[in-house]
C-alpha cells in the first residue's frame, strides 16, 4: 500500500466525512475523527471502525490546533447550512489557521464543482474564500470539488415520493452528480498521492445524468412507477435565495467536471454512474417512508 498516514477528518459524524474515515480506514491509514461530541452515537461508530475521536469544534481554534498535534495530513471539510455563509468562510479560514500552526503537511479542503467559477452562488462563493486564504496560507494542499451528491436523493429533501420525482429542472436537463463514498474514495487517493497533487485543484463527478433519466433508473431499482415533475427555480426563492441561484445555474450553466480524464487520471476510485449507485440502495419501504414524510 501507500505509505500509511496520519490524518485529521474534520466533518467525520457527517455524511460526506464518514466516507473519508470508511476510506481511510480501508486503507490502512491511522484516521484521527474530529467531533463537537466525543461521547455521541455517532462518534462511537466512529471508534468501532477503528479511528481515534477526537473533540474540537471550529468555533475554538485551541481545540482544532490540539486536534492536529502529531498528524501529517487534514482533510477539512465546512458546511454553510448550520450558520450561514460567512460562519462557513470563518470554519474554514479557522482550520486552516489551526493547521498551519500545527504543522501539518498538507491539507486536503472539500469545496464544491466550480466554485472557482464566480457562480454567484452564495455557499459556493464562501466555499472559494476558503479556497484562496488555503493557496495564500503557504501549506501544500489539495482542493477536491464534488458536484451534486446521488445520495441527496434519500434525504427529506431529494425530492422523491412514492411516485414522484421532483426538481427545479426540466425533464431533459442533465446534471452532473458523485456518489458520496467516491468523495471519500476521491479525498483517500489524493492523501496517498500526496506530493503529486500539491497545488491542484480537482472538480470531480461521477456521472451526468438528465432528470427523466433518473426517474427512469429510480422506477427500475425501486420497483415501482416514479415520474419526473420539474418546476421553476424562482419557486424555491421563498425557501432559500441560496437554492433558487443554485438550480437557476444548474439549468443554465451546470458543473464542468471532466468525467472521462477523471477515470482515466484516477484508476483506483470505483467510480459510480448513477444506475449503478442507485442498484447498491436500499429501497425496501421506500414507498412508505416517502408517503410518510
Not at 436523493?153 to 425533464?171: E, H
Not at 416514479?226 to 433558487?244: C, M, N, T
Not at 440502495?281 to 421506500?286: A, E, K, M, P
Amino acid at each position: 500500500m501507500a505509505d500509511k498516514r496520519k490524518v485529521l477528518v474534520t466533518g467525520a459524524t457527517g455524511t460526506q466525512g464518514g466516507e473519508v474515515v470508511r476510506a481511510l480506514g480501508e486503507s490502512g491509514h491511522d484516521v484521527k475523527a474530529l467531533t463537537r461530541d466525543a461521547n455521541s452515537d455517532r462518534a462511537g461508530a466512529l471508534t468501532a471502525r477503528g479511528a481515534t475521536v477526537v473533540a474540537g469544534d471550529f468555533t475554538d481554534p485551541d481545540t482544532l490546533i490540539r486536534a492536529a498535534e502529531g498528524v501529517d495530513t487534514m482533510f477539512i471539510m465546512t458546511t454553510p447550512f448550520e450558520a450561514g455563509t460567512d460562519a462557513e468562510t470563518q470554519q474554514g479560514i479557522t482550520a486552516i489557521d489551526a493547521a498551519k500552526t500545527a504543522g501539518v503537511g498538507h491539507v486536503v479542503f472539500s469545496s464544491v464543482g466550480d466554485a472557482n467559477n464566480n457562480t454567484g452562488i452564495p455557499h459556493f462563493e464562501s466555499k472559494f474564500k476558503i479556497e484562496q486564504h488555503l493557496s495564500a496560507s503557504g501549506l501544500p494542499f489539495t482542493i477536491m470539488a464534488p458536484v451534486y451528491f446521488m445520495d441527496n436523493i434519500l434525504g427529506p429533501w431529494g425530492g422523491l415520493s412514492a411516485d414522484k420525482l421532483t426538481a427545479a429542472l426540466p425533464a431533459g436537463r442533465k446534471l452532473q452528480q458523485i456518489a458520496t463514498s467516491n468523495i471519500g474514495d476521491f479525498a483517500a487517493s489524493l492523501i496517498e498521492r500526496r506530493d503529486s497533487v500539491f497545488g491542484k485543484r480537482f472538480d470531480i463527478a461521477g456521472d451526468e445524468v438528465a432528470m427523466d433519466t433518473v426517474a427512469a433508473i429510480l422506477t427500475k431499482v425501486a420497483g415501482r412507477d416514479i415520474r419526473y415533475e420539474g418546476f421553476l427555480a424562482d419557486a424555491l426563492r421563498a425557501q432559500s435565495e441560496d437554492l433558487a441561484l443554485m438550480y437557476e445555474w444548474f439549468d443554465r450553466v451546470g458543473y464542468s467536471a471532466d468525467i472521462n480524464a477523471l477515470r482515466a487520471d484516477f484508476p483506483e476510485v470505483p467510480w459510480l454512474r448513477y444506475d449503478a449507485w442507485a442498484s447498491l440502495q436500499d429501497w425496501t419501504g421506500s414507498a412508505e417512508r416517502a408517503a410518510a414524510e
